[in-house]
């Protein structure tokens, strides 16, 4: 009965993934964490705390993954953790309505009304076209609902996917999917019938005449176009300017939807910081269904779809497209969410993006004296680097580049206390708690993983 309890906590990174790999499919619960694209041992980690996360083996790193977006305010951010623990004093879960649901909905939707400088509304802007939100769990579940009710709203069967945007690990998503996918190699997925991947079209990012050849040759089976509001899955490719409202005006012409993936983009790569992406251009996009996670659950499980009121309620029990959760809107995980967004003022998006470019001119400036060809993609403050001279406009620009490179480099700085995304095709995330000392030692790794990667030559 006790075959796989040692009674005994690990406490190297090694001894982790060896028991891991007993128990655990790859011994990790989500991909990218084996470390496969880079090699070595996963760092399996014990605690956060700011802008550092240390492992078990009670090394300490500046953190540049943010849990992959959620720790906008760092780790272990005393309110957020004042929040959870409030909220589970009152109970883990109830599998019924709560009030703290409607809270968040509403300061979510709240941070989504466009303001002028007095405070009013902006005319035609409230809540940019989101009226409603249903809280889920999970990205994948938000969006996969997203096309279950675009495909009951339209009733065509059709979806259009850009390549290289990842919505999560649904059937329907899988083509062509960037980060995982991308990392590991893998074209799509074992398991899904080719029924299912018929049911969606890949098409290039940022290219408007294969929307349009798209739209002319299906228009009228298109349920709706999915869009990372800027891509961050195949390294962060940004929209071209003016590519974002295109979607949107095609398929409205066609009648069809767009639903806006900003399950990593929400609250965190904004133009003013309390809404999703805007084009650069400051105008925003009409979208029809925008999905939401990561910042809105503060850490924890929790992601949300929005839309305007009419698209909502055909969601059951109102309407006929069916999807329903017993952990959906978990009361823990509202409270540490509406604990995030309320500790996510002005300055908070203020500092984002300026200490993001801190970090990034100074690891730019070391591959640059190593002769190391690079360039540095950005989305607000969320950023990566390409090992390639220009920035790539869609997924297969961001494969054409040194991806050998990436592992050393990765190394080097895990060596120098500095924790990357183990993937060349993931964006990398700053907090609010990103201070001059975390800065700092970033900086200090710097000229060595620009060294290693100089030094990386491609296998064979």
Do not use: C
């Not at 929040?83 to 309505?97: C, E, N, P, S, T």
């Not at 680097?385 to 790539?392: G, L, N, Q, V, Y």
């Amino acid at each position: 009965m006790t075959r796989f309890i040692s009674g005994r906590t690990p406490t190297t990174n090694a001894e982790a993934f060896e028991r891991a790999l007993v128990v655990t499919p790859g011994g990790v619960n989500s991909p990218v964490r084996a470390f496969r694209s880079v090699g070595g041992t996963p760092v399996f980690l014990a605690s956060g705390h700011g802008p550092y996360v240390t492992d078990v083996e009670g090394t300490e790193y500046v953190d540049l993954v943010g849990q992959w977006g959620p720790a906008l305010l760092g780790h272990a951010h005393p309110d957020v953790i004042a929040a959870a623990h409030a909220a589970v004093d009152r109970g883990l879960g109830f599998g019924a309505a709560s009030t703290g649901e409607v809270e968040l909905a509403e300061l979510v939707l709240d941070r989504l009304t466009l303001t002028a400088a007095d405070g009013t509304a902006l005319a035609g802007t409230e809540r940019r076209g989101i009226e409603k939100l249903r809280l889920v769990s999970t990205g994948t579940e938000a969006t996969m609902t997203a096309i279950r009710l675009a495909r009951g709203a339209t009733g065509r069967p059709l979806l259009v996917k850009f390549a290289g945007h990842y919505h999560g690990h649904s059937d329907s998503l899988l083509s062509e999917a960037g980060s995982g996918i991308a990392t590991l190699g893998i074209p799509g997925s074992a398991g899904i019938t080719p029924e299912t991947a018929a049911q969606t079209i890949v098409i290039p990012y940022n290219d408007e005449d294969a929307l349009a050849e798209v739209f002319a040759a299906h228009g009228d089976r298109i349920a709706a176009v999915i869009t990372e509001a800027a891509a961050a899955n195949m390294g962060v490719v940004p929209p071209k300017p003016g590519f974002n409202r295109l979607l949107a005006d095609t398929a409205h012409a066609h009648g069809a939807l767009l639903i806006a993936d900003e399950v990593m983009t929400g609250f965190r790569s904004t133009a003013a910081g309390w809404w999703g992406l805007e084009e650069r251009e400051g105008v925003p996009y009409d979208a029809d269904l925008t999905t939401f996670g990561k910042i809105i659950g503060g850490g924890l499980p929790l992601a949300g779809l929005g839309g305007r009121a009419e698209i909502l309620d055909l969601l059951a029990p109102l309407g006929p497209v069916y999807q329903a959760g017993t952990l959906s809107g978990n009361p823990v995980a509202v409270a540490t969410g509406a604990a995030m967004l309320r500790g996510a003022g002005p300055e908070v998006y203020e500092h984002l993006p300026r200490v993001a470019r801190t970090i990034a001119d100074g690891l730019s400036s070391a591959l640059s004296a190593e002769g190391v060809a690079h360039t540095v993609a950005w989305a607000g403050s969320q950023f990566s680097i390409f090992f390639r001279d220009s920035a790539p406009q869609n997924y297969a620009e961001a494969q054409a580049q040194d991806v050998f490179r990436f592992g050393p480099y990765f190394h080097a700085m895990l060596e120098h206390g500095v924790s990357l995304p183990p993937s060349v095709y993931e964006a990398w995330f700053v907090s609010a708690a990103h201070d001059a000392r975390a800065v700092e030692r970033v900086l200090a790794a710097a000229r060595p993983a620009a060294q290693a990667a100089a030094a990386a030559r491609p296998a064979g």
